[in-house]
């Protein structure tokens, strides 16, 4: 540290905390910030760090408590005060609580990686950035970022979330450059620190835990706090193993400005006083002549003429556009603002390309093709997931991948779907193109709270940052039996989840342009993949070629007709085609092949056309992807149906073991006819 870092420290700790108290006593009170958190005793540490941070290529996740941290990584007092005041010179433009914070690297500083309202999800999108550091040095020889490292910040109580372990297994078992820094300030809101982890010390818990170092340490102590930190620092650039750092910091506010600590006892708060970090720095830099008692009086009034400044600054802001409320939950093909020049983000064209038919593969084996290609044609495609490498996927989607392409690029994970989901987050943040395998539909559960994160990014950070990324996962029954586990559908799950692209072919044709399709595109992309089809004749198809693509969001009409319309999508196709193959009227079958965004116009043309519709899918009926397709024409194409429109799909119930009774649940031929006839006959 040298006498301008610790004259930057102290101008940062005070600027932030004059901003904390504004915000407490002057806006919230007047109505002008409606959620507030205070980082007051936090400071000192999170300061420190982000000087330590200097360098290439280094990212942090943050959480609600982080804006010294972020202040001092380049986000001006402006936008500091715009963020709570919901003003249009946010990081978000409106979008998301001030808070929760992003920040573009400044003059090569710090990527504040775009941060979650949920505790504990700032660990593995930290650890997949780690990764990406590693692969960019060493792979791709990017010498920038050979030192390049991040840190997850986060509270005590968030080492009790599945996130913090699924970082921590991740980082320690692949020795990948990550810092997990720990403010304890033993209070999860109002539940002390000996709930969260046995004896309230992480530290002393992790002691044993091979390859990560542990450091624990008074974060409001300025000498030892930074030379903790340096340690630290010095440690993950130079590789050598990740690092636990625990500081202890008071915290001299309540949880957020509603909570008035009335749980705390009169002690308690004496003592977090007395340890607060400002005083604390004010003596230090003192005794080490860096400033005197009348220069950190000058330093406070400058302070104290910036932070009104920019106050003034942001309370002059404009309200937020609301007419732009609803851009950038895809992209648009506008370019966003580039991660360190990393992401470089594309149109695809909207027609298919010219087909140059090949061998006729299965459903499988079109994926693994199409993998395979990508990987070849892109050195940041990475393609990972359990039991993925030596094995080559329980259903061989990757085998042999990892013997051509190395481990680096195709690779085994441990079993944590949370963990999946969110190193992809940090991987793309990186600019990484993540391929994740879910082994089974029913196995992503655990990454839900990633998953809902992922698809907001590009929204909640107003087009700032974005996580493209393909998540593969083998849905439905199988070819052999089914059952409650392995046998889910649930892409109506998928359709409500927001900013996600969703595709579900129903043959290896389809599989290769729509893979190819997501794999150059910029939106995550949930790729479902039919177990019934995998390897059997249904899914077969000629191989259309290395460059074929299929557009999201254009229907294949499978077979003409003028008297009812099917609409499905998935292994329901075929069983509807086996189905009209018996019956003598003309019926046209229309396959989605996408669910998000869905080929509305199609089948609208359709509807007008024949007057009469049946929507088969094997999802679930209540609430299922089907009743969306069935509000839709029931509003556009009223006036032309001769018939009510009818819903097939399992009913509601998980999909049985026994095969005589997943064939009662399961629509059948025989099912798909009696409703034709139905309709037909109305």
């Given at each position: 540290m040298t006498k301008?870092?610790?004259?930057?420290?102290?101008?940062?700790?005070?600027?932030?905390?004059?901003?904390?108290?504004?915000?407490?006593?002057?806006?919230?009170?007047?109505?002008?910030?409606?959620?507030?958190?205070?980082?007051?005793?936090?400071?000192?540490?999170?300061?420190?760090?982000?000087?330590?941070?200097?360098?290439?290529?280094?990212a942090a996740s943050v959480y609600y408590r982080s804006r010294p941290f972020v202040l001092a990584s380049g986000m001006t007092i402006e936008e500091g005060f715009a963020g709570p005041l919901a003003k249009s010179g946010s990081r978000n433009g409106g979008r998301d609580i001030g808070v929760v914070h992003n920040l573009t690297p400044?003059?090569?500083?710090?990527?504040?990686?775009?941060?979650?309202?949920?505790?504990?999800?700032?660990?593995?999108?930290?650890?997949?950035?780690?990764?990406?550091?590693?692969?960019?040095?060493?792979?791709?020889?990017?010498?920038?970022?050979?030192?390049?490292?991040?840190?997850?910040?986060?509270?005590d109580a968030s080492t009790a979330t599945n996130g913090f372990w699924s970082a921590l297994t991740i980082a320690t078992t692949q020795n990948y450059p990550m810092i997990f820094f720990i403010e304890d300030n033993n209070y999860g809101i109002s539940v002390p620190g000996?709930?969260?982890?046995?004896?309230?010390?992480?530290?002393?818990?992790?002691?044993?835990?091979?390859?990560?170092?542990?450091?624990?340490?008074?974060g409001a102590n300025p000498e030892e706090t930074a030379q903790l930190i340096k340690?630290?620092?010095?440690?993950?650039?130079?590789?050598?193993?990740?690092?636990?750092?625990?500081?202890?910091?008071?915290?001299?506010?309540g949880h957020s400005g509603a909570d008035n600590?009335?749980?705390?006892?009169?002690?308690t708060k004496e003592d977090e006083l007395e340890r607060d970090p400002l005083p604390r720095l004010k003596a230090f830099l003192q005794?080490?002549?860096?400033?005197?008692?009348?220069?950190w009086n000058v330093l406070e009034t400058e302070v104290e003429h910036e932070v009104r400044a920019g106050l003034a600054l942001a309370l002059n802001q404009a309200e937020p556009n609301?007419?732009?409320?609803?851009?950038?939950?895809?992209?648009?093909?506008?370019?966003?603002?580039?991660?360190?020049?990393?992401?470089?983000?594309?149109?695809?064209?909207?027609?298919?390309?010219?087909e140059n038919e090949g061998q006729r593969v299965n459903l499988i084996h079109a994926v693994r093709m199409t993998l395979e290609q990508e990987l070849v044609t892109n050195d940041r495609v990475l393609v990972f997931g359990e039991d993925v490498g030596v094995k080559g996927g329980v259903h061989g989607a990757t085998v042999d991948l990892q013997t051509k392409f190395s481990e680096q690029r195709v690779f085994d994970t441990s079993l944590s779907e949370e963990g999946i989901i969110g190193r992809s987050i940090g991987l793309a943040f990186a600019g990484l193109l993540p391929v994740p395998e879910i082994q089974f539909r029913k196995y992503l559960d655990p990454a839900m709270e990633q998953i809902n994160d992922t698809g907001t990014i590009r929204w909640r950070t107003n087009n700032q940052f974005a996580a493209p990324m393909v998540l593969r996962i083998p849905v439905g029954h199988s070819k052999r039996t089914g059952d409650p586990w392995h046998s889910v559908s649930g892409e109506a799950i998928f359709a409500h989840t927001l900013g996600w692209r969703v595709a579900m072919p129903s043959n290896a044709r389809d599989a290769?342009?729509?893979?190819?399709?997501?794999?150059?595109?910029?939106?995550?992309?949930?790729?479902?993949?039919?177990?019934?089809?995998?390897?059997?004749?249904?899914?077969?198809?000629?191989?259309?070629?290395?460059?074929?693509?299929?557009?999201?969001?254009?229907a294949s009409i499978i077979q003409s007709g003028t008297k009812a319309t099917i609409v499905t999508w998935g292994e329901m196709v075929h069983r509807a085609i086996e189905a009209v193959k018996t019956m003598k009227e003309s019926i046209e079958i229309i396959d989605l092949r996408t669910i998000v965004p869905w080929d509305k116009q199609t089948v609208l043309d359709s509807i007008k056309k024949t007057n009469r519709c049946l929507i088969l899918h094997e999802d679930t009926i209540t609430s299922g992807f089907g009743a969306e397709i069935s509000a839709i024409i029931a509003k556009e194409t009223f006036a032309f149906l001769d018939a009510p429109i009818e819903r097939l799909a399992t009913p509601d119930v998980p999909i049985p073991y026994n095969l005589g009774m997943m064939d009662v649940v399961i629509p059948t031929p025989d099912n798909i006819i009696e409703r034709l006839q139905f309709l037909l006959n109305y």
């Open positions: 301008k870092d610790w004259l930057f420290t102290a101008k940062m700790l005070l600027t932030s905390r004059l901003m904390d108290i504004i915000e407490e006593t002057e806006l919230a009170p007047s109505g002008k910030v409606l959620y507030q958190f205070s980082a007051r005793g936090h400071e000192l540490a999170q300061i420190l760090l982000a000087v330590a941070l200097k360098g290439n290529h280094n400044r003059n090569g500083g710090i990527t504040v990686l775009p941060a979650s309202g949920d505790v504990g999800a700032q660990y593995t999108p930290a650890v997949g950035w780690a990764q990406a550091a590693v692969y960019r040095s060493s792979v791709l020889n990017e010498k920038d970022w050979n030192e390049s490292c991040a840190v997850a910040l986060g509270g000996n709930y969260q982890t046995p004896g309230s010390n992480i530290a002393e818990n992790l002691a044993s835990f091979k390859n990560l170092m542990i450091l624990d340490g008074d340690k630290a620092v010095d440690a993950v650039r130079n590789r050598t193993s990740p690092v636990l750092l625990r500081m202890r910091v008071p915290r001299l506010c600590q009335s749980y705390k006892t009169i002690e005794k080490k002549k860096i400033l005197t008692v009348k220069e609301v007419a732009s409320t609803l851009d950038h939950v895809f992209f648009n093909g506008a370019s966003i603002q580039q991660v360190g020049g990393i992401l470089a983000e594309k149109q695809l064209p909207r027609t298919t390309s010219s290769v342009g729509l893979l190819r399709t997501a794999l150059r595109g910029n939106d995550p992309t949930f790729f479902l993949e039919h177990r019934n089809l995998l390897d059997t004749s249904p899914g077969r198809a000629n191989y259309p070629g290395n460059d074929f693509l299929i557009p999201f969001g254009v």
